[in-house]
């Protein structure tokens, strides 16, 4: 392993993922619904988006990059459909108050975690074009990109239990009375998803 490389590959990952992206609001969301259970859940989806990213980037599928600009949209509308249908469930959980079982809840969280990190396009430019930067041709590309991978899952966890387990502690310190963690909750996941949808929809190709 290069030194100098994996420095610079730290310190660019640890400004990367102090920025919050859709992966901190879906888990914020989650947090106010279902406690640190959620966010590990989320970070979980989360961490296999980032595989896909890391494979993507490490074995330079030049094929699948040439079809991101289309592949990329659909995967954020249907991302963000797809956090829509958990918003409205988290909604009617509010209002008459039932939840379903742990089991379906946490399968939901964990695709939606998936789907906003997948979709992620700041993501994909991170691993798509400062990823391969950090790689010595003096070494083995699968080790380090095994070693950086390992970082940068680690990093992201971290950034992304720290937002969203303050952001949930300080809500609900805070929140009037009436307005319940699953309303919260809803609100979040409602604005993550339309806010995936508008973005995937203004980046479909236009004939």
């Known amino acids: 392993m290069d030194f100098a490389l994996t420095l ?27 406690g640190t259970r959620g966010v590990c859940v989320t970070v979980a989806g989360d961490a296999l988006g980032t595989v896909v990213h890391i494979a993507i980037a490490a074995s330079s599928l030049s094929v699948l990059m040439n079809l991101s600009a289309l592949v ?3 995967l954020q509308i249907a991302g963000g459909l797809f956090i829509l249908h958990l918003a409205y469930r988290s909604l009617q959980s509010a209002r008459k108050g039932f939840t379903g079982s742990t089991s379906t809840s946490d399968k939901a969280t964990f695709w939606a975690g998936f789907f906003a990190c997948v979709a992620n396009p700041k993501a994909i430019v991170f691993f798509v074009a400062l990823f391969p930067a950090f790689i010595s ?13 390992a970082i940068f899952l680690v990093l992201d966890a971290i950034s992304i239990l720290a937002y969203a387990l303050l952001t949930m502690h300080t809500l609900k310190r805070t929140a009037s009375r009436w ?29």
């Open 137 to 149: 041709p003096e070494h083995s590309i699968l080790l380090q990109s095994i070693i950086y991978g």
């Open 8 to 34: 610079a590959f730290l310190t660019t990952t640890l400004l990367f993922v102090a920025a919050p992206g859709p992966s901190v609001a879906f888990a914020t969301a989650q947090a106010l619904r279902h």
């Open 72 to 74: 990329l949209p659909l």
């Open 179 to 207: 307005l319940s963690a699953d309303v919260l909750s809803s609100l979040g996941l409602f604005g993550v998803g339309i806010a995936m949808i508008i973005k995937g929809y203004k980046a479909v190709p236009q004939n």
